[in-house]
């Protein structure tokens, strides 16, 4: 079946620019995750929603950066005022009842120039 | 605060050959611990996982690990690696007290030569 996809694969954007990243989870996830992978570093947990609210956001570094999942399937993290900081990978993962084994997407690499 | 290490940035093995990729955790309580592969331009995907039960624990693609708890190590082992099998191995800790968060470790990358 089709696991987690992620659009766009690249974005390339100037400092101070605003960014969407897109993630369909797996159909029937409940939970999905959003990390931020910097190179050379492994994932960094960012927020974990269940079905439409975002259970825990404690991983967001700062009020420049929020996700939604209004319908309780596709998720959006959104990048205000871009700064160069923000160049990295963001990877999404969705998983079933139980959330311990996570599905992971192939990333969205965020340049910012 | 739960966290994992993987002291190797790079394990280097010959095709053939048993290959060992280390990980330790620092958990309050009892861990959950995961090891997830990466290869190129390709998401993390899912090797093993240990809960509870027997140390030894089997997953995918021919790999195990094994978790010993008074070294505090969940190395993940291969008796005979393939030169596929080169790519980025991660390990991951769940928070017991926040069944949400995961905690990564570096990353270590295999290289598999023939």
């Known amino acids: 079946g089709a696991g987690v996809s992620q659009t766009p694969s690249n974005k390339v954007t100037e400092k101070g620019k605003y960014v969407e990243l897109r993630c369909d989870p797996i159909s029937g996830h409940t939970a999905l995750y959003w990390y931020r992978q910097s190179l050379g570093q492994g994932p960094e947990f960012l927020i974990y929603?269940?079905?439409?609210?975002?259970?825990?956001d404690s991983g967001l570094p700062n009020d420049r950066f929020f996700a939604v999942r209004p319908e309780g399937s596709v998720s959006t993290l959104k990048i205000q005022r871009t700064e160069r900081g923000d160049s990295a990978v963001y990877l999404c993962?969705?998983?079933?009842?139980?959330?311990?084994?996570?599905?992971f997407g192939p990333g969205t690499r965020l340049t910012v120039l | 605060a739960q966290s994992v290490a993987q002291p190797e940035d790079q394990v280097n093995v010959a095709e053939g050959n048993p290959l060992t990729v280390k990980c330790t955790y620092s958990?309050?309580?009892?861990?959950?611990l995961f090891w997830y592969v990466q290869y190129p331009n390709r998401g993390l995907q899912f090797l093993l996982k240990y809960i509870t039960g027997d140390n030894l624990v089997k997953g995918s693609y021919g790999f195990e690990a094994e978790f010993n708890k008074s070294q505090t190590s969940f190395h993940l082992k291969k008796p005979s690696a393939l030169v596929s099998d080169s790519a980025l191995y991660f390990c991951a800790v769940r928070d017991p007290y926040n069944f949400n968060k995961f905690y990564f470790g570096s990353g270590t990358k295999l290289n598999v030569k023939p």
């Open positions: 958990v309050s309580g009892n861990p959950y």
């Open positions: 929603f269940q079905g439409t609210g975002a259970a825990d």
């Open positions: 993962a969705s998983s079933g009842g139980g959330g311990d084994t996570q599905y």
